[in-house]
């Protein structure tokens, strides 16, 4: 069994500063069919600013970034 969050998490949200990835091309294709079967939530462009949360994140807090 692959070792995805999808996996084990209830939510999973992708926060990525480009609008294309530049990694390994499997890893990028996994990425995108993830995001197809509506397995994880991709937000593009953009950067993590904060998380909130006491025993466990409750709400992330992200930036549209300006490329």
Request: glycine share 4%; hydrophobic share 45%.
């Amino acid at each position: 069994m692959e070792h995805f969050l999808v996996y084990v998490a209830s939510e999973v949200t992708l926060v990525h500063r480009r609008n294309e990835f530049r990694g390994a091309l499997d890893s990028v294709e996994k990425v995108q069919e993830l995001k197809s079967a509506e397995k994880i939530k991709l937000i593009t462009p953009a950067e993590v600013i904060g998380l909130n949360g006491a025993e466990r994140l409750e709400r992330e807090i992200w930036a549209e970034v300006n490329l």
